[in-house]
């Protein structure tokens, strides 16, 4: 086989190792993902928690630095503090070093029963976890596969004389393994898959031992950067990149000086150079691990002083008014939700008019700015949400207290719904209008336009409802739904007579007019439902729209069904 074949069965080979490991990771996470992170979050209490849960969802998702993204996450949001999520990188990085020690082992001759048995479970299973673990199971065999394919690949390298040399030149200096290691990792997001295929190099005799430690510390470093890459320019997850790198570094700093006095000392433990290398990944983080679990104060203090925080952009999503320290003071914090609840209101009627202007001028960032506006309204929304459940729970909450929390609720549930209507369905219908280049007619578009100016008025109006909890306008915003109840039919029967005099603007139009105005309904109908809770305390609200059978029979509504 010629060195150019040697490479790229090589690169094959890794590369099947890795989409192993993906699914593997991909299954677990579906199977299981919410239950890890909940997992992680019991790690808040304390360090060696934190530790430990950081070991054990890494060694079930086989990758590190899917276990530092979620921590980085936490961080990014909020949830997790820097030295508890500093310490469940420490456990990750040890949890990386059991995998690699389970898959050292020659177990390759087992390979086609993880997979067998993950294509009946992924295939035959009727659960959805089921299907997830046997995907679980093929990416495992898929792993021993490539792990068998890697060794047989890595033996011609042995005989090539081209090929020993240019692997002698690559990995001559301590540095340049450690380096050209950890942008291996950083391309392949997995050092787990370094760590293995240096340890195939080293069970051939491609690399020396000393090279293989080197190429493993690299294996170690690298795995920091795409946990920086992905804290962005939040600086509080920074940090958490930044002291993974001072761990990892001043690890690597120590072990460069040491590497011939280590490789032999593992020599005298472990005659296979594959298990020497597998042992050293474990010491090395154990010993890292141990080392720096008790300095995590200190270093991210070191990280914060070199990483401060920086003033943040105003973020549309971010509650403004929601104060935890007011819950004490019910009346206070309601007021603090209902000011936050307007400025969900504020995000509805911006995105009500964005969608009337891109449905005139068939604008496609505007139709963008829609989906944005309704992650803001969800965060808002879910701020709003939290904080009432916690003003709730005070023992000595008031019975109009409780209510004033009852109804801002559901006025903040209501409008996060019109946030939906707006962007899943309206704005999805303006983006066929402007795919297929699609023009309503003058009369359909006037009707669409009076409707939603009629939406907006109530809008308003159930801001004032909200405010002052006035039971006259009230009264007038149940009569402005059913006005617009009564727009929406003359709308559609205009619309029914366009399209039998032959109109062709509302021939092409049809679907897409008739869900306008039906979703233009649907969210007058939210808008009004701050209305029911005033009118029902205040006794004006009916209980059925039906009439009672009494008052049916005295208008001569014959009883029971009609006859044929």
Same mark, same amino acid.
Request: some cysteine.
């Given at each position: ?6 490479l ?8 099947l190792?890795l989409?192993g490991?993906?699914?593997v990771?991909?299954?677990v996470? /579906?199977a299981f @993902?919410?239950?890890l992170r ?5 790690? =808040?209490?304390s ?5 430990? #849960?950081g070991?054990?969802?890494t &060694?079930?998702?086989q %990758?590190?630095t899917? !276990?530092?993204?979620?921590?980085t996450?936490?961080i990014?949001?909020g949830?997790m503090?820097?030295v508890?999520?500093l310490a469940? &990188?420490? @456990? ?6 059991l ?6 082992f *020659?177990?390759a ?15 035959r299973g009727?659960?959805t976890q089921?299907r997830d673990?046997?995907r679980?199971g ?7 596969l490539a ?7 890595v ?13 002698e ?5 301590p540095?340049?393994?450690i #380096?050209?290691?950890?942008?291996l990792?950083?391309a392949a997001y997995? %050092?787990v898959?370094?760590?293995l295929?240096?340890m195939?190099?080293a069970?051939a ?7 293989a430690?080197a190429l493993?510390?690299g294996?170690?470093?690298g795995?920091?950067i795409p946990q920086y890459l992905?804290?962005g320019?939040?600086?509080a ?5 930044l002291?993974?790198?001072v761990v990892?570094g ?13 490789a032999d000392a593992?020599a005298?433990l472990?005659?296979s150079? #594959?298990?020497?290398?597998a042992?050293?990944? !474990?010491?090395f983080?154990l010993?890292?691990?141990l080392l ?13 002083r070199l990483?401060p925080?920086?003033p943040?952009?105003f973020d ?6 929601? *104060?935890?320290g007011?819950?004490?003071a ?9 000011r ?5 209101v504020?995000?509805?009627?911006t995105?009500l /008019?964005?969608f009337?202007?891109?449905?005139? %001028?068939d ?9 944005r506006m *309704? ?6 929304h879910?701020?709003i949400?939290l904080?009432?459940?916690?003003i709730s729970?005070e023992e000595?909450?008031e019975d109009?207290?409780?209510r004033r929390c %009852? *109804?801002?609720l559901?006025? &903040?549930i209501?409008?996060e719904?019109?946030g939906?209507i707006l962007?899943?369905?309206?704005r ?12 309503? $007619?003058?009369d359909?578009?006037?009707?669409i336009a009076?409707m939603h100016?009629?939406v ?5 109006l159930a801001?004032s409802?909200?405010? !002052?909890?006035?039971?006259r306008?009230a009264r007038? =915003?149940l009569a402005?739904?059913a006005?617009?109840r009564?727009?929406e039919? &003359?709308a559609?029967e205009?619309?029914?007579r366009?399209?039998?005099? @032959?109109r ?5 139009? $049809? ?6 105005v039906?979703?233009?309904?649907r969210i007058?109908a939210h808008?009004?439902a701050?209305a029911?809770?005033?009118l029902d305390?205040?006794g004006a609200l009916q ?5 009672a059978e009494e008052?049916?029979?005295a208008d001569?509504?014959?009883r029971g069904?009609?006859?044929?």
């Amino acid at each position: 086989m010629t060195g150019t074949m040697t490479l790229l069965h090589l690169a094959g080979d890794v590369a099947l190792l890795l989409w192993g490991m993906h699914m593997v990771h991909t299954g677990v996470i /579906r199977a299981f @993902g919410a239950d890890l992170r909940r997992f992680l979050a019991i790690g =808040l209490k304390s360090r060696w928690k934190a530790f430990l #849960a950081g070991l054990g969802i890494t &060694t079930l998702l086989q %990758s590190s630095t899917a !276990t530092g993204l979620m921590a980085t996450s936490f961080i990014a949001s909020g949830l997790m503090g820097l030295v508890p999520a500093l310490a469940v &990188t420490l @456990g990750a990085n040890v949890g990386t070093t059991l995998i690699v020690q389970v898959l050292a082992f *020659d177990i390759a001759a087992v390979a086609p029963i993880p997979i067998l048995l993950g294509l009946v479970a992924f295939k035959r299973g009727r659960r959805t976890q089921t299907r997830d673990l046997g995907r679980v199971g093929i990416g495992l065999g898929l792993v021993l596969l490539a792990l068998h394919l890697l060794v047989a690949a890595v033996e011609p390298i042995e005989q090539a004389r081209a090929m020993r040399d240019l692997f002698e030149v690559l990995t001559g200096e301590p540095l340049i393994n450690i #380096a050209l290691a950890a942008l291996l990792t950083w391309a392949a997001y997995s %050092s787990v898959a370094v760590v293995l295929l240096v340890m195939s190099l080293a069970a051939a005799q491609v690399v020396t031992p000393v090279a293989a430690l080197a190429l493993v510390l690299g294996a170690n470093l690298g795995n920091v950067i795409p946990q920086y890459l992905a804290a962005g320019s939040n600086n509080a997850a920074r940090r958490l990149a930044l002291g993974n790198l001072v761990v990892r570094g001043l690890g690597c700093l120590v072990a460069v000086p040491a590497l011939p006095l280590l490789a032999d000392a593992l020599a005298q433990l472990e005659a296979s150079p #594959a298990r020497q290398a597998a042992d050293f990944h !474990t010491l090395f983080n154990l010993a890292l691990g141990l080392l720096f679990i008790g300095f995590l104060g200190p270093l991210a203090k070191l990280c914060t002083r070199l990483l401060p925080a920086t003033p943040v952009a105003f973020d549309p999503g971010r509650p403004q008014y929601i *104060d935890a320290g007011t819950i004490e003071a019910p009346s206070v914090a309601l007021a603090n939700a209902a000011r936050e609840a307007l400025r969900m209101v504020d995000v509805v009627e911006t995105m009500l /008019r964005t969608f009337l202007d891109a449905l005139r %001028s068939d604008d496609r960032k505007a139709l963008a700015q829609i989906g944005r506006m *309704d992650d803001t309204l969800d965060r808002l929304h879910r701020a709003i949400k939290l904080y009432i459940t916690e003003i709730s729970r005070e023992e000595a909450l008031e019975d109009a207290d409780a209510r004033r929390c %009852s *109804d801002i609720l559901a006025f &903040t549930i209501n409008l996060e719904h019109v946030g939906d209507i707006l962007d899943k369905s309206l704005r999805e219908i303006a983006a066929k209008k402007v795919k297929h280049q699609l023009s309503f $007619s003058t009369d359909g578009f006037e009707e669409i336009a009076a409707m939603h100016q009629r939406v907006l008025d109530g809008l308003q109006l159930a801001v004032s409802v909200f405010m !002052t909890g006035n039971a006259r306008d009230a009264r007038a =915003l149940l009569a402005a739904k059913a006005e617009l109840r009564e727009l929406e039919r &003359t709308a559609t029967e205009n619309h029914l007579r366009r399209l039998r005099e @032959g109109r062709p603007e509302s021939i092409e139009t $049809s679907a897409l007019h008739l869900d306008i105005v039906r979703d233009l309904k649907r969210i007058a109908a939210h808008v009004a439902a701050v209305a029911y809770p005033i009118l029902d305390q205040s006794g004006a609200l009916q209980r059925s729209r039906v009439l009672a059978e009494e008052e049916a029979l005295a208008d001569g509504t014959p009883r029971g069904e009609p006859e044929p």
